[in-house]
């Protein structure tokens, strides 16, 4: 008979335990709203100023500083975004050599920084790609580079470095 009573309260204690968890189980978790991921628009999107521009022949690796030459000085170029920090319109301002179209749409080729390490692309108006060499983080500097192709073999490429306009 003992032994009965002491196998009816094991039976009950697994049982006890066994429904615990499930209890628990029906509380709720605050995890807070919902936040959307940070874009690269969000860092790349603004008005930027020339530091510099470089020009390199792809060839010898020589290159040569533009920025006081051919009113380089004078370029800048606004990528604006939306609401939403969505990209909608550049437009490049200043006297410098039409190396890029003055004015059209933007975007990137990915919102989000690459998985595989690659650089991000600016691609404007649909077939102008720029390749970002330098992202906007705690310094407000952004550094592209336009490279120039002939049968698919670059022959020169273009460096801008900007600072973000306050």
């Known amino acids: 008979m003992i032994r009965l009573l002491n196998m009816r309260n ?4 697994c049982l006890a335990l066994a429904v615990i968890p499930l209890l628990n189980s029906c509380a709720s978790t605050d995890d807070g709203s919902y936040i959307a991921p940070i874009t690269q ?3 790349i999107g ?13 060839s010898t690796t020589t290159s040569m500083d533009l920025t006081n030459v051919f ?10 975004v939306d609401e939403n920090n969505e990209p909608t319109t550049f437009a490049v301002s200043g006297h410098a050599p039409a190396l890029l179209p003055t004015s059209g749409t933007w975007k990137l080729g990915n919102p989000f920084v690459n998985s595989d390490g690659s650089s991000a ?16 983080g705690s310094s407000k500097v952004l550094e592209y580079r336009l490279t120039r192709t002939s049968n698919g073999v670059p022959f020169v490429s273009y460096t801008y470095n900007l600072t973000a306009q306050e």
Do not use: M, R
């Open 10 to 13: 094991l039976l009950k204690l």
């Open 41 to 43: 628009y969000e860092k």
């Open 46 to 58: 603004g008005n930027w100023i020339l530091n510099s521009v470089t020009q390199t022949d792809e």
């Open 71 to 80: 009113d380089f000085d004078t370029f800048g170029i606004s990528l604006n």
């Open 121 to 136: 692309q600016i691609i404007l108006n649909d077939n102008v790609k720029l390749t970002v060499t330098a992202v906007p």
